[in-house]
């Protein structure tokens, strides 16, 4: 198993670029979400879906949209980068909708810079 | 939700117990508390949890106190390759799922 992949690894926008962060998971899991990490900040929850057809806000979702067409695969869209979205996103999936009794996978990143 | 305090860093010595410590005086009776680490700049792993009794598995030990309100993770035997930030943190019972993740502490393993 892949576990939780994503792509790119690296990327640099320019203000006002649009681009997807894209995520898949196949381990047949049914919650996924986005988090974003800046220096000294800790782990801050973007969007998350508790399945296909479903999602929902997290902490930051400003800047932000997600859809969730297939379980599998949980992308996240930036209309319209900012300097301020400059930062390191992780995409993470548990098994269990309320997963308070299944931990998160997480994939290995993707480093996004805003010029 | 419950929130966890840690201390921003410790260090250890090589081959030494870890104990890092974690409170979560806030906590509900049905909210686990999970360990999860990240080493380097890779995506956080997933160490262990538990709700109210200790826990142990092939990488560390979970102690939780009978109140509650505060918890231990032991690496039995710290090595190199443990020095990691550390999170703590407290998982929503059902009907919630939003995770929140703080600092965490910083581990350093010492040769």
């Known amino acids: 198993n892949a576990g939780v992949t994503q792509t790119p690894k690296f990327q640099v926008l320019k203000t006002g670029q649009s681009m997807t962060l894209q995520c898949a998971q196949d381990m047949n899991h049914e919650y996924m979400s986005w988090y974003r990490q800046d220096p000294g900040m800790g782990l801050r929850l973007i969007h998350y879906s508790v399945g296909a057809g479903i999602t929902d806000q997290g902490e930051v979702p400003n800047g932000y949209n997600v859809s969730r067409s297939t379980t599998e695969d949980f992308p996240l869209r930036l209309l319209s980068a900012a300097p301020s979205q400059t930062s390191v996103y992780f995409c993470a999936s548990s098994r269990a909708r309320g997963s308070y009794n299944s931990p998160l996978h997480f994939g290995n990143g993707t480093r996004l810079t805003v010029t | 939700d419950a929130k966890t305090t840690q201390p921003p860093s410790m260090d250890c010595a090589e081959g030494r117990a870890a104990n890092l410590p974690c409170n979560h005086s806030t906590i509900s009776g049905n909210e686990y508390v999970y360990w999860y680490r990240q080493i380097h700049s890779q995506g956080p792993q997933y160490i262990i949890h538990?709700?109210?009794n200790n826990e142990t598995n092939e990488m560390a030990s979970l102690i939780i106190t009978e109140d509650r309100k505060s918890s231990t993770l032991i690496l039995p035997h710290a090595t190199l390759r443990d020095t990691a930030v550390y999170y703590c943190i407290v998982v929503p019972g059902a009907g919630s799922y939003q995770l929140t993740f703080g600092k965490g502490t910083k581990l350093s393993v010492i040769p």
């Open positions: 538990g709700l109210k």
